[in-house]
């Protein structure tokens, strides 16, 4: 089985301060890893993506992504928030097996920017 | 396509009614999802198509929930006698492939059930 959660429903940082979003998975598996965020109103957007090539994983807008197998962690981070950061992120588990695909969303954090 | 594409955008619907929600992913996509969000939550996961083979659907809540994708390109979600509690947006998305390709999504369409 395989699940993923996100440790904090809302996340508030002032602007130009670090961020950090928590997700932490369970899989039978090694999983493939993602984050997605979603403005409202808007679709879902890939952010980053993990497939076992590199621990640290560089996505748009600044955001980066660390997988920790001894912790089965796999945290946002973006060294300086910026207004338009302001959204809800999902961290996503993939089971990478051709048949059964299955993608699994974590509940979603939402990210306030302070001003 | 250049995306993928759903609809309606919006559909309001009386209790009771049967609705089917469409999805058009993106040409040449083998894997399709179909995702419920309720209000505040996160996507949950309905049911999965790799081309016309509908190979999960346990994330169904009920008989009353039906998905198909006859050709292998466009799917269908029909949701017959909605209730309330259906009320939510639904995701469709699509990969090229299986394994680690990244998702598209649609831009949903919200169903709310009066």
Redesign the interface.
Known sequence: AQSVTQLDSHVSVSEGTPVLLRCNYSSSYSP?L?WYVQHPN?????LL?Y?SAATLVKGINGFEAEFKKSETSFHLTKPSAHMSDAAEY?CVV?R?????????????TRLHILP | GAGVSQSPRYKVAKRGQDVALRCDPISGHVSLFWYQQALGQGPEFLTYFQNEAQLDKSGLPSDRFFAERPEGSVSTLKIQRTQQEDSAVYLCASSLATRNEKLFFGSGTQLSVL
């Open positions: 493939s993602f808007k679709g879902l957007q890939l993506k497939t999902f993939r990478p097996m051709n048949r059964d695909d299955k993608i699994i969303f974590g509940k979603g």
